[in-house]
């Protein structure tokens, strides 16, 4: 597996951060995904992109656990994390999630006051000593997520009450605010008009300065703009792997290339 | 035409109003239905409702006021002391009516004829033996006046009768034809229809509110009479509750209102627990095959009368309090307590917190809870900082269903608590709740006319002014704490 890492060009210095091999997926009696390999570099911005229905969300839950929460569903294969197993049994799936955060494809903020949605998970973990560091949390995860300027003043006002764009960002800022190695972003921009999208799209890119991050994407524009590697899901398979200028322009596989010219979808 | 007959004759004419429109309906565009404004049964309907509704309504509002106008027109028949006191005038013509029935049965029985009945007078014979012999008792001799507005009473209930008819038949078949006219393809007889189911929707929502003012009003002009006989102060202020009813009663309110409280206040101690909890393990952990299980039973003690748990409270929980708790460490030795009807209306209330609080934390979206748990908080954080927030409203809601009920309890406390008002602190002495004294002032043989049972409406009123601020208490904290989503 590791080798794959070491084959993109100019990326032998970045390190892979998550590496998934032979993952298997089953919902009751659905083989949901079918023996997945994919290498998640640090650093960089991934985005799985493939028709409705094709497994790149499942993966994507996989890579945090969040399927266990689904009663039907079974992984096998491996996942690691830094080298470590994240199926393993002594794995806290509680402590993963805190490692690896997610961001959801409807915002969902907290019906909590802005200040409470970012300080939610750096309260719970622990993370500080005293109120003035929970508040340089919030400010700098706020900040990172571009929303610090529009909500500085009103920070005890309900999270709900923002703009569906402004939710999102409240959202990413939320999940940053536990420091996470990873951040998982389930096609975050869906439910969001082309201007928020542009901010959250923007986001993302300075994002990647200090997470890696993975997207699931309907929108092949967004793979393209945001992402440095892609992988392509049909059907439960990964169909291809790879630079995402490779994959756009110089598809190996047919069914890359029926995808991305909008025969298949 | 009895009332019966006219609501046979409405319903027939409708049913025609139904047929008739909707064939002219269809005529009037030689059967091509999407001619029509409407679809040919909203013209049916349309014609059924103008045929039945107004005649309906002029009926029910006859059979309200024709009493009325004759009580009025019969008042003149007796002296004007006789029928100032609104509870004598009441008797009074309650014989009117009974004499007037009697005279109705004896010439339906063929004991008089139409004439005697209209002619007969106090000296010719005993009106009264003569209407026994048909099986109309009646308590006293007849008085010539009694007998005369019966007389006159029978007179005009027969006007009335007859002008009912005319009117109800005259407004139906009016309705009939007006709807008949109506009907033809630009006519917007949908529109129309659901007007009138609007205005159902209204009316319906109407009655539940007037009913409450009602009951309030009552109660308050009740309450009201109380307070002229018996001071509000000592009402309220008196610590001592002792009735007798051969006067120089002691009604203070304190006594009750404390074991009311305090019944209550136990009794939410042991269901708000017990069915938060039980909601949360069903709606959060509790595997699909558990849940089928297990709810359905909680939701059986809902269904057992309180009797049954009045039963248990006197027979078990209290022998057990008193033997087990109460006498070894020197509380007493009753063996109907507050514990006991506090413990058992907990009991009684845990299903109704747990179902209404199960189903509102399965209303919480599950983006909370995966937003939550993506954040890597645990299960338990989740719910507790995530989901009870977000149910917090409905589960108010739930609490004070609740303790209104506990509140309102009536038999498990005459049952568990015992009858004995008592202003202590023990929880294993016996008291008792305005609810039982309630019962206890109007059970017998009672007139509504001393203070020992007008003080029920005092009583009444007070609980209801309780659960009232309960009421606003619990709508302002929601307002306050309130976590929204979406």
Known sequence: MNDMTHKGLGLATQTAKISASGVQVHYGTNHALKDVDVTILDRTVTAFIGPSGCGKSTFLRCLNRMNDTVASCRVSGQILLEGEDIYDRRVDPVQLRAKVGMVFQKPNPFPKSIYDNVAYGPKIHGMTRNKAELDAIVEASLRKAALWGEVKDRLDATGTGLSGGQQQRLCIARAIATSPEVLLMDEPCSALDPIA???VEELIDELRHQFSVVI??????????????TAFFHLGNLVEFGETGDIFTNPKDPRTEAYITGRIG | MSVFLLLVVIAVLSVAGYVLCRQRALKSVDGNIRRLHSLPGYYGWFGFILASVPALLALALWLIIQPIVIERQLSGFFPAEMVEDPSARTLLFADVRRVAAGLDAAVAQG????????????DAGSVRDRLAAVGVALGAEVTPEVLAAAQEYREMARVGVIGRAILTLILSVAGLVFAIRATGPDFRARNRVEQVVLALLILSSTIAILTTVGIVLSMLTESLRFFTMYPAADFFFNLTWSPNFRGNSELGLIPLLWGTLYISLISMLVSVPIGLFAAIYLAEYASNRVRSVVKPLIEVIAGIPTVVFGLFALVTVGPFLRDYFAQPFGFGNSGSSVMTAGIVIGILNIPFISSLADDIINAVPQSMRDGSLGLGATKSETI?????????PGIMGAVLMAASRAIGETMIVTMGAGAAARLDLNPFEAMTTITVKIVSQLTGDTEFNSPETLVAFALGMSLFVITLGLNILALWIVRKYREQYE
């Open chain 1, 216 to 229: 699931v994407t309907h929108s092949m524009q967004q793979a393209a703009r945001v992402s440095q590697k």
């Open chain 2, 384 to 392: 507790k900082k995530v989901v009870l927030p977000a149910a917090l």
């Open chain 1, 197 to 199: 999208t542009a901010q």
């Open chain 2, 111 to 122: 004991a008089m004829t139409e004439d005697e009945a209209e002619q007969v007078r106090t």
